[in-house]
């Protein structure tokens, strides 16, 4: 399974912006998946995460400004993210494990096993 995320670009603080990642190449069965980013010089972190249908879980620097969403008969997820802000600048990169992840480790990304190339988003004042 591959995943391929896209949507990234340029924006400016406040504004919107929506990725997507799809999943193509074979099954996922009841994955959980999640995103997560990488900015210049810092460690990959977490933005969010669901299990298979179930409750989602953001990091606090994103809560009520992204939402996460699922279409799971087009192997799709997306991450809305509005009120962006300078430091929502990053490499996001989906990722999805077929294994069962408890909701305290959802943000680990050691959790993870498929990950998707990333996209980049930039955001200006």
């Known amino acids: 399974v591959q995943l391929q995320a896209s949507g990234g670009g340029s924006e400016q603080a406040g504004g919107s912006l929506r990725l997507s990642c799809v999943a193509s190449?074979?099954?996922?069965?009841?994955?959980?998946m999640g995103w997560f980013r990488q900015a210049p010089g810092k460690e990959r972190e977490f933005v969010a995460a669901?299990?298979?249908?179930?409750?989602?879980r953001y990091a606090d620097s994103v809560k009520g400004r992204f939402t996460m969403s699922s279409d799971y008969a087009k192997n799709t997820i997306y991450l809305q993210m509005n009120g962006l802000k300078l430091e929502d600048a990053a490499v996001y990169y989906c990722?999805?494990?077929?294994?069962?992840?408890?909701?305290?480790?959802?943000?680990?990304?050691?959790?993870?096993?498929?990950w998707g190339q990333g996209t980049l988003v930039t955001v200006s004042s």
């Open positions: 990722a999805a494990t077929r294994r069962g992840i408890i909701y305290s480790q959802l943000s680990s990304e050691y959790e993870y096993d498929i």
């Open positions: 190449g074979g099954t996922l069965d009841r994955p959980t």
């Open positions: 669901s299990r298979w249908r179930n409750s989602i």
